[in-house]
């Protein structure tokens, strides 16, 4: 059994590689793709098959998914680009012929109204039309999206964001990685759409007092209309695309739609999910 990774040099991606093998999947019958395998090099050291991936050649990508029963499609980052990547990807697994392909899409997609959205549920529908049994990973938001930041955070004393009092259900990467594992090991999963968000859901101003308890720091929350946190981030730095996205998004946790009570996440990787109070200690201790 042969399961194809896409993005393998990306960070979800790699993740799902390395669970794959804890859970002793053998090195050969696990393809890592990505557009630069000089980054997978170490994989291959280890045996594992790495293969040239651009999602703009739907001839390379069927020759990468060659042999595999079960493609895990990581959805790609550029929005703009993102439902065309996928759907020459799903041609491409269906023409290699793969019997499963597992699709990283975004909480409540099917509802949600965030620019996120419209890419994953178009490719949501895609995929069902596709012909090839598939499983629908609705992917929260990550932990990490916070935690990276904490450095700006703790020079302004503020948490950005636009998001009111709503309630996010992150979790980390490592959680979202260990239920693709499990979905891509385990049969039973075909036509499955899994809401994946972590068990306790929290609002920004909450996200800032935890900082501040692990800190010692006092950190609040900053709420702004999107436009002046849109040209915050812009000064931040960020490109115009993903300030607009970013902005957006957190309108749509405001709204309600990167929360979900779903125990999908628990279910699948048989544990509690990663809480806030951990993923800041991680981030503040490495």
Do not use: C
């Not at 499609?73 to 996928?86: I, P």
């Not at 596709?130 to 948490?159: A, C, K």
């Not at 490109?239 to 929360?259: H, N, Q």
């Not at 996440?265 to 809480?275: F, K, M, Q």
Request: hydrophobic share 40%.
């Amino acid at each position: 059994m042969s399961i194809a990774v896409t993005g393998a040099t990306g960070q979800l991606g790699r993740l799902v590689v390395e669970d794959l093998l804890r859970r002793g999947v053998a090195a050969h019958d696990i393809i890592a793709t990505g557009r630069n395998t000089d980054r997978l090099a170490d994989l291959a050291e280890r045996g594992v098959h790495v293969r040239q991936a651009d999602f703009t050649d739907p001839t390379g990508l069927t020759e990468a998914f060659k042999g595999a029963r079960k493609v895990l499609l990581v959805s790609t980052t550029t929005v703009g680009e993102r439902f065309d990547n996928h759907t020459r990807a799903i041609d491409a697994a269906a023409l290699a012929g793969a019997e499963l392909i597992a699709y990283t899409s975004t909480l409540n997609a099917h509802t949600a109204s965030m620019i996120l959205a419209d890419a994953h549920a178009r490719t949501e529908r895609y995929l069902r039309d596709s012909g090839v049994p598939g499983v629908v990973l609705r992917n929260g938001w990550y932990l990490e999206n916070y935690t990276s930041q904490i450095p700006l955070y703790l020079r302004s004393g503020v948490v950005p964001g636009s998001a009111g009092a709503g309630r996010v259900s992150a979790a980390s990467r490592r959680d979202y990685a260990e239920a693709a594992a499990t979905v891509l090991t385990a049969e039973g999963h075909a036509g499955s759409v899994y809401e994946l968000g972590g068990d306790t859901a929290f609002s920004l101003a909450e996200l800032a007092t935890a900082l501040s308890a692990a800190t010692g720091q006092e950190v609040v929350y900053g709420d702004l209309p999107a436009e002046r946190f849109r040209s915050a981030l812009l000064d931040a730095g960020l490109p115009a695309e993903l300030a607009e996205v970013l902005a957006d998004s957190d309108l749509g946790l405001k709204r309600g739609e990167l929360f979900t009570d779903s125990p999908d996440l628990s279910r699948l990787i048989g544990r509690p999910t990663t809480t806030l109070t951990d993923a800041l200690t991680g981030a503040l201790g490495s």
